[in-house]
């Protein structure tokens, strides 16, 4: 890596711009953040937007209407909120576009193997190009093993 000078000025305006820039694209206050990587030649927040999923909620948990790609906690959103409200945001925009999103945050708390699973890879399918929709409850159980470092939240029920 090389470094040069520059004129402080300039920089200072190249990194107001920049801040300018994010504050009206990215929501402000408590998020997840970037919540899915973007596919190839995609973006995850158009997918999501595409699928209508701007200001959608689950519990204290909701899809920013700024930034589809985005989840805000209002103050009262669970890790389980959040959750829900990732798979179904998954589920929308496999369903409207056949891609399945990844997640860029990783899961903190106790959460199953079949909870984790469902977030990393989309639904079995019935033909060659008709999605399955399914519904899967979660168990909740406290003596699962300890789950891997990350930065959502600590787990179904703040566990």
Known sequence: MRLHEADPAQLDADLRAVRDQRRRSQPSGF????????????SAGRLLDAAGLKSRRVGGAEVSPLHANFIINHGDATARDVYDLMRLMQDSVYAHAGVWLVPEVQLVGRWGPDELGALAAPPPTIGPEEPRMVSISYPRSPDLATPPASSVGPGPGGR
Do not use: A, L, R
């Open 31 to 42: 998020s997840v953040g970037s919540t899915f990587t973007n596919p190839p030649d995609d």
